[in-house]
Each structure stands twice: as structure tokens, then as C-alpha cells.
């Protein structure tokens, strides 16, 4: 692998090792190859290890095989993907309801699978969704930006917006909810709240408007456990309509889309804000109005 990467106008100046440990996270011994075989260039030139690095400069690195061994994947189908971004380092693309993020067989085929075809390469998740939902997931077209990706995830720089349609009306027009939540010990598909044992999970959750007796609401993720929005709102009194887990109402498709993630692009500090439509959760929405 070969990249080149201009600094941006907003990071300070460090040196050549402050940038590849602390900026872009490579693991010491992936910096102590680049070291030893001068596989890091400023400007097209060989540099020192404390040289000095300013915005603008243009940061050449060259990976082998060993740095980064290839991983291979089953190739899916590249015409079921749909872009919504893509660039050097990354792709995100827009999920369809019923179709898994990544595989959980060798020989299954998923979103990875077909995003990886639509690439040309493998690619690495970032996030995941439930197979029931739709919307924008995040991929990393290489293992040198992944870890990058994933501390923004931890760090809770990426912001994952959904949005769901829930039976009832919701009565408050701003809620968060932070209720444990841990396995159900009865049924392994499901969670629960659980405040003794269960992981802190945090939903932020703003009523957009009510259609007929159901409210449409908007959800920002600050944790991200497995079921995290359909085990709260569901617990409040407020199931998300086609649930299949959670919600007995029977409806086509879960009504539950990752419609806008936001962040800022560790590479040029330009700030991403990308949108999904979902054809299939807009006519949900017509049929309950």
C-alpha cells in the first residue's frame, strides 16, 4: 500500500513520530518497518524521525505485505451497493433492511462482502447495523485508517443519527435515556434493560411529529449496544412499529433507518454530514399517516 496524505490547515505542527503515533494510531511495529526501511517520506524527501511536519506538507508512507498481510474475503455482488461517499480511505454506503452487515459464516455473503466487491478490495467495518435496519454504515477501504475510524467511534466523534417510527405518542419532545442494558438470559437474540449487570447505554431521542396514533422520532446514538434504541424505547412504553423482538404489531419491515452520520474526516479535517433515504421506510411512514 502507498498513500500520500496532505496535512491539514488546522493540525499544529509535531514531529514525523508524534504524527504516526499520536495522529494516525500505526501500531509501533508497523512504525518501526516504516523506520528502518525509510518507507516515510515529507515532500518526496527521506526525513528524519524528529523532523518537524507543518500544515501542508504532503506525507508519503509505503506499507508491504508484512506491515499490513492482506486479508481475503468472499467477493459479493458490487450492483447491490449503494455509494452515498467514498474516498481513498473510506466508503459509506446505504444499508437495505434485511441484509446483514458482515458475515458470521465463511461462505455467507453480506454488506461487507458486496461492498468489498464494489471496492475492488477488502474493506473493514467500522459500525454495524441490525440486519432489520436500513441507512448509512461506515467502512475502511484499508487497515491503516480502521484504527483511526475506530477511536473516533469510541470517542464518540462519529455521530449516528436514526430515525424510528414508535407506537404511541410520544409525549416530551427531548429524552434521554440511560438504562443498562445486558442480555436476556431466556432468549439469546434479545436484550434487556438491566441496571445490575447490564453496560451503560446512552439514547438521546428528539419527537419529530406524530402520524395517526404513532410518533416519528429522531435518535442519536452516545453508546452503541446491540439493540441499543429498540431495547429503550421499547422499554418506556414505546416499541418501534415491525419490531420483530420487541414490538408484537406486525408490520413489513422494522421502522427503524440510520439516516445521517456526521463526523470529521481524520485525514483533511473536512467535516462529513451524510444522509440515507430509504424508499421502503418512506412508504412505511405513508401507510401509517
Known sequence: MHFTITIPQGLPEMTVKELLEEQFLIPRKIRHFLRIKKHVFVNQKPINWQSIVHPHDKITLIFDEEDYPEKSILMGKADLV??????????????????????????????????????????????????????????????FILP???????????SREYWALVQGTFPKKHQIYTDKIGRNRHDRRKRLVDHKNGQYAETQVTKLKE?????????????????????HLAHHGYPIIGDPLYNSQNTERLMLHAHRLTFTHPFTLEKLSIEAFSESFEEGLQKEN
Do not use: W
Open 82 to 143: 449503494e455509494e452515498l461517499y467514498q474516498d481513498e480511505h473510506i466508503i459509506i454506503v446505504n444499508k437495505p433492511e434485511g441484509m446483514k452487515t458482515h458475515a458470521n459464516e465463511p461462505t455467507e455473503l453480506a454488506l461487507l462482502n458486496h461492498v468489498s466487491a464494489y471496492v475492488g478490495s477488502t474493506c473493514y467495518v467500522v459500525h454495524r447495523l441490525d440486519k432489520e435496519t436500513s441507512g448509512a454504515v461506515l467502512f475502511a477501504k484499508n487497515p
Open 148 to 158: 483511526i475510524l475506530n477511536r473516533l467511534l469510541e470517542n464518540k466523534e462519529i
Open 211 to 231: 402520524i395517526g396514533n404513532n410518533t416519528l422520532i429522531k435518535c442519536q446514538l452516545k453508546t452503541g449496544r446491540t439493540h441499543q434504541i429498540r431495547v
